[in-house]
Structures are given as structure tokens and as C-alpha cells.
């Protein structure tokens, strides 16, 4: 990554702030304010406060990732914005790679700031550390598929949303039996395994994270991802009308 590249940085850095980083802000302040009027009417609360980090980061997490990865690399060539940003040599693959990982960062930091606006309200701290590993890691695998879909066309955002929707629907279908075409549960092997990493669910606080050869299935298939989006900026011109 080249010097001219580092240049950018902090102006990523502040469009994700004012972003995906002012949702997450207030999301913290909100329910902070939500779980302190809880903990007041009813002191039991409390107890709790890792099904209340459960809830929230399940219903929070994927949501962040679209908004942050939305368009990363569609919008500047729709609108045009390519032409100025790449007047000068700079790589549009270290760009948008760049990109991508700033907003890693700011995405990243949604559990910690869960976990104090918990313990500010309700005074029990909840270890954000597991929460964080599941939350980066679906960064990788939906933030990678919205990466990878903005480097050809599109609608990246629509198109990462109805894969993961779709794969969770099939996965569940699969383990509670119910008789899907077989041809639904072969698609699904080849889907990103968006199964594989779980928050929990509040009477079950534990995460689902990979295991074993699991991490190579899940770590391989989202830096894939990232991959082919990055040998598509290295070797197609931004101004192709055929990614239009």
C-alpha cells in the first residue's frame, strides 16, 4: 500500500465516522438510557444483561456491516467520483481495500461500546471480547460478499442481504428437518457459511464461532471473496461501462 494511498486514510476514516460510526454512538446512548429505565422499574434486570448484549448485537451487527460496505466501490463509479480520485496514481485496488478495512475498524468497535453502555446502566459488565471475534468475523464474510459484488456491478448490499436471508433460511430448514427439493440443501454447500458464527441467543449466551476445519471454510471463502473484488479493480479499468 503506497504512500499516496495512506493520504486518504483519514478522510475514510471520517466518512465512516459520520456513518456507520454516528448509528453505532447512538445506538450505545439509546439503549443505555433503554436498559437504565429497565434496571429502575425492575432492579432484577440485571441479570440480564448478557441476553440484553445478545439481543441487541443480533439485531444491530449485519445491519452496520451493509451500511458501512454499501456501495463501497459501485457508488464512486456510478457517480462518477472515480475520475477525480483516480486522476492521480493512486491504485484503486489499495484504495478501496483501505477503505474496506477503516471501516472494519469503526464497525468493530460496536460490542465494546455495548458492553460499557451495559455496564453504565446496569452495572454488570459484560466481556465484549467474544461478541467483537463474531462481529469481526461476519464483517469478513458479509462485508467481503458486499465488496466483492461492488467491483462488478450493483446493488451489492441488495445482493449480500438475499445471501445471507437465504442461506440462514436454508440452514435452519436443514437442521429442523423440514423437507426442502434437495437441489435447496446443494445450493446452500456452496453458499458463504454464514452459519458458522452466532452472537447466541438470550437463553443461550455462548457465541458460535468456527472449529476445527471450520475456520479454514469460513476464513478461506471471506478472504476469497475480498480477493476476486480486488483482482477485478487491479485488472479492469473503473471507467468500464461493462460494470456500470
Not at 70 to 95: K, Q
Request: glycine share 12%; with cysteine.
Amino acid at each position: 500500500m503506497n504512500r499516496a494511498v495512506l493520504r486518504y486514510a483519514r478522510w475514510q476514516l471520517w466518512d465512516h465516522l459520520k456513518g456507520s460510526g454516528r448509528i453505532i454512538g447512538l445506538a450505545a446512548v439509546v439503549i443505555g438510557l433503554l436498559l437504565w429505565r429497565l434496571r429502575v422499574n425492575n432492579p432484577d434486570a440485571v441479570q440480564g444483561a448478557e441476553a440484553a448484549m445478545t439481543g441487541f448485537l443480533g439485531s444491530l451487527s449485519w445491519p452496520l456491516i451493509l451500511l458501512a460496505t454499501s456501495g463501497i466501490i459501485s457508488t464512486d463509479r456510478v457517480e462518477g467520483f472515480n475520475r477525480a480520485l483516480f486522476s492521480a496514481p493512486v491504485s484503486p485496488m489499495w484504495y478501496y481495500l483501505q477503505r474496506w478495512l477503516i471501516g472494519g475498524v469503526v464497525i468493530g468497535t460496536l460490542p465494546l461500546l455495548l458492553s460499557v453502555s451495559v455496564q453504565l446502566a446496569m452495572g454488570t459488565w459484560v466481556d465484549p471480547w467474544p461478541f467483537t471475534a463474531v462481529h469481526l468475523l461476519l464483517y469478513l464474510l458479509l462485508g467481503g460478499l458486499v465488496f466483492c459484488w461492488s467491483s462488478f456491478g450493483r446493488r451489492d448490499w441488495a445482493i449480500a442481504l438475499s445471501l445471507y436471508l437465504g442461506q440462514g433460511a436454508i440452514h435452519t430448514a436443514q437442521v429442523q428437518g423440514f423437507p426442502l427439493p434437495r437441489i435447496f440443501f446443494q445450493v446452500n454447500q456452496l453458499l458463504p457459511p454464514f452459519h458458522l458464527v452466532d452472537f447466541g441467543v438470550p437463553t443461550n449466551h455462548g457465541v458460535t464461532l468456527p472449529s476445527g476445519m471450520e475456520w479454514l471454510h469460513f476464513v478461506g471463502y471471506g478472504v476469497g471473496l475480498m480477493v476476486v473484488g480486488l483482482l477485478v479493480l487491479r485488472f479492469r479499468p473503473m471507467g468500464s461501462g461493462a460494470r456500470g
